[in-house]
C-alpha cells in the first residue's frame, strides 16, 4: 500500500495563505514540527490476524469510562439559526456498531479475497490519536490537545461542540452530544450544541503505567502498547512474518496507531465502502494524506495557537466559576 508523500511547504507559499505577503512570521512550536514523534509518545499495534470479533475491548471500553460519558439535559435549547440541530444519542446508548458519544470503540468487519483465498478481517476502530493531531491543531477554543505520551484528548469542561475536530479529522472520528456542556452556561442559542467525544485511550490509566481498558481486556493478544520507535519495528515485524500491510504508520503524516493486516487496506476499505460500512461514526481505511502540511492548515493553526490558549483559559475559568456556583461557592 501507498500513501501521497507531505506535500513541501514553502516559505512564499506559507505566507501567502496567511494572507501576509512578504511579512516575516516566527512562530516558535508552529504545527507541523515534531511530525515523526518521540519515544514519549506510546504506540498501539493491532494485530488483525488475531481480532475474531469478539467484542471484548468495546465492552471493556464502554463499562470502563461510563463515568465520562455525558448526560444532557432536556429539552435541549432552540438553536439559532433553525437550522443547526441537535445530535442527540441519550437515548440509544446500546449502539455499538460504530463511533458515538458513548461508544469511543467499535468493531468493523470486511470480507475480501486475496491470493485465492476469502480472507475475514476484524477491525477495532477507535481514534488513531495522530502525531500531528489536526483537531487540536484548529480547534479555535482550545479544547483538543495532545499530551507528551501521545494521547489526544478533548477537554469537555472547555468543549462547545462546534465539530471543528469532526470536519478536520480525516476519519470523521470525533461525535457530538447535544444538552451537556459549557455552552448551557454561555450562550445556548448560539454556542457549539453540545460537547465532542472520542477515545481518550483511557489516559487515567496510562498515567499510572497501566494499559488502556481495551488491551487489558482483549483475551488473543490483539493490542500492544510501547515506546513508538519500539512499536513501530514490532509493526513492521509482524508485517514482514505474514507478508502484511501496515496502516497508520504514514497516515495523516503519521499516527499513533498502527494496524498490521493480512491483507491489503485498499482491498478492506472498498469492501467496507461496497458494504456501506463507512460513513458518520464509522471510518474509512482509505490512503489519507497529511493534512497539516496543507498550508491553508498550517497558516489557520499558527494563527489559531495563541488566540485558542487564551480562549482555553477563559472558558476554563467560566467552567470552574460556573461549577463553584452550583456548588454554593463564592
Keep these: 500500500m501507498t500513501t501521497k508523500s507531505r506535500v513541501p511547504l514553502s516559505r512564499r507559499g506559507f505566507l501567502k495563505a496567511l494572507g501576509l505577503g512578504g511579512l516575516t512570521l516566527l512562530a516558535p512550536g508552529a504545527a507541523g514540527a515534531g511530525t515523526k514523534g518521540s519515544d514519549r509518545e506510546l504506540v498501539t499495534v493491532l494485530d488483525l490476524s488475531k481480532c475474531v ?31 443547526s440541530k441537535p445530535e442527540d444519542w441519550s437515548d440509544r446508548r446500546d449502539v455499538d456498531d460504530r463511533l458515538t458519544p458513548y461508544n469511543w470503540l467499535y468493531i468493523q468487519s470486511a470480507e475480501v479475497e486475496w491470493k485465492g483465498e476469502t480472507v475475514a478481517v476484524n477491525i477495532p ?34 468543549c462547545l461542540g462546534g465539530a471543528k475536530c469532526r470536519d478536520v479529522c480525516p476519519w470523521r472520528i470525533p461525535q457530538r452530544q447535544t444538552g451537556v456542556g459549557l455552552y448551557l452556561k454561555l450562550l445556548p442559542r448560539f454556542g457549539g450544541n453540545g460537547v465532542m467525544y472520542k477515545c481518550d485511550r ?40 505474514m507478508d502484511g500491510f501496515l496502516y497508520g504508520l504514514t497516515e495523516n503524516g503519521g499516527t499513533n496507531t498502527i494496524y498490521v493486516s493480512p491483507v491489503p487496506f485498499d482491498l478492506l ?17 482509505g490512503t489519507v494524506a497529511d493534512s497539516m ?28 466559576t ?7 461557592h463564592d
Design 53 to 83: 470479533g469478539c467484542g471484548a475491548c468495546v465492552a471493556a471500553c464502554r463499562e470502563g469510562n461510563a463515568a465520562k460519558f455525558p448526560e444532557p439535559v432536556k429539552p435541549f435549547p432552540e438553536m439559532f439559526p433553525a437550522r
Design 125 to 158: 476502530r477507535r481514534c488513531l490519536h495522530c502525531v500531528n493531531p489536526p483537531c487540536a491543531n484548529l480547534c479555535p477554543w482550545g479544547a483538543a490537545g495532545k499530551q507528551a505520551d501521545g494521547i489526544v484528548r478533548i477537554n469537555d469542561t472547555v
Design 202 to 241: 483511557c489516559h487515567e490509566l496510562v498515567a499510572r503505567g497501566e494499559s488502556p481498558r481495551c488491551i487489558a481486556a482483549c483475551p488473543y493478544g490483539v493490542q500492544s502498547i510501547g515506546p513508538r520507535s519500539e512499536m513501530i519495528a514490532r509493526a513492521r515485524d509482524l508485517a514482514r512474518g
Design 269 to 285: 476499505d472498498a469492501a467496507l465502502t461496497e458494504a456501506r460500512a463507512t460513513g458518520p461514526g464509522r471510518p474509512h481505511l
Design 293 to 320: 502540511a496543507d498550508e491553508s492548515n498550517l497558516a489557520w493553526a499558527t494563527l489559531l495557537a495563541p488566540v485558542a490558549g487564551v480562549a482555553a483559559g477563559v472558558l476554563g475559568l467560566a467552567a470552574r
Design 322 to 328: 460556573g461549577k463553584d456556583k452550583e456548588d454554593g
